[in-house]
Nanobody
Framework: VQLQASGGGLVQAGGSLRLSCAIS????????VNWYRQAPGKQRELVAA???????SYAGSVEGRFTISRNIAKNTVYLQMNSLKPEDTAVYHC?????RGQGTLVTVSS
């Protein structure tokens, strides 16, 4: 299984970004996919998750601002991030079961 995250970048506070996690080797329709982030000097945080059946959940710090979604045909999971804050700055990566992709850096300037 391979996961490839993309879509990170530099954005001003209040702006938006959409991250993508393209997965090969296993179907997202049968597996949960998670988005994590880790900021310098901080513990890794589970940001959002989508289960195989489509149920979604979010960390309280992003609830109402971030939306996780998926495209079954493309076997890709997305993380739409709106109203970004400087404290959202981190490396974001996606996971499926024990597999983890390389991260993508999100930097939010104040």
């Amino acid at each position: 299984v391979q996961l490839q995250a993309s879509g990170g970048g530099l954005v001003q506070a209040g702006g938006s970004l959409r991250l993508s996690c393209a997965i090969s080797g296993s179907l997202i329709s049968f597996n949960a996919v998670n988005w994590y982030r880790q900021a310098p000097g901080k513990q890794r945080e589970l940001v959002a998750a989508v289960l195989g059946g489509g149920y979604t959940s979010y960390a309280g710090s992003v609830e109402g601002r971030f939306t996780i979604s998926r495209n079954i045909a493309k076997n890709t999971v997305y993380l739409q991030m709106n109203s970004l804050k400087p404290e959202d700055t981190a490396v974001y990566h996606c996971t499926m079961r024990e597999f983890r992709g390389q991260g993508t850096l999100v930097t939010v300037s104040s």
